[in-house]
């Protein structure tokens, strides 16, 4: 169920799912952030998490991302996390209003899946360098996922970029 089969979709389909998993893996801590960081929120505050996330991040983008691939992990991972963001968040904001009875506090609970990918942007010294060399990161986590894949075939961008 859970199992991503190239042969079994077309080629836009798959490049589709390789495009999109090649912009969620070199972002995967704060991909995951819903699901993590609002525990770490709601018993250590805003302050831990922003530091967590942002020493997590260090580490997966200089030792983790470009060195290991797993497809099992992109492929349970996106489900999971689109299935519990918001009613964790949900459940976070009740149980922080019946707990702290702080109003503010539980507004951010219950909108912390939106909280987090506004936090993508302390990913943004990562990202410097231009758009020819996040192309070539992009295109090189999309060959990494691609050879996990079994697939060699090169995308038309790729193509386009060789000609």
């Not at 799912?17 to 801590?29: A, T, V």
């Not at 539980?106 to 909280?115: K, N, V």
Request: include cysteine; glycine fraction near 4%.
């Amino acid at each position: 169920m859970l199992r991503w089969f190239a042969n079994k979709y077309t080629e836009e389909e798959t490049q589709r799912w390789i495009l999109l998993r090649s912009i969620e893996w070199p972002s995967y801590p704060n991909f995951l952030a819903p699901l993590w960081g609002i525990f770490i929120v709601y018993y250590f505050g805003w302050l831990v998490y922003i530091v967590t996330l942002i020493v997590i991040t260090f580490i997966w983008k200089f030792y983790i991302m470009n060195n290991y691939v797993s497809i099992r992990l992109m492929e349970v991972m996106g489900l999971w996390v689109n299935l519990l963001k918001w009613p964790l968040a949900v459940i976070f904001a009740i149980v922080s209003f019946e707990s702290h009875r702080n109003i503010i506090f539980t507004l951010f609970l219950l909108i912390f899946p939106f909280i987090t990918y506004m936090c993508s942007y302390l990913e943004f010294p990562y990202k410097r360098g231009g758009i020819d060399k996040n192309l070539a990161r992009m295109l090189k986590m999309q060959n990494m996922i691609r050879s996990k894949l079994g697939i060699e075939k090169l995308t038309k961008l790729e193509e386009i970029l060789n000609k």
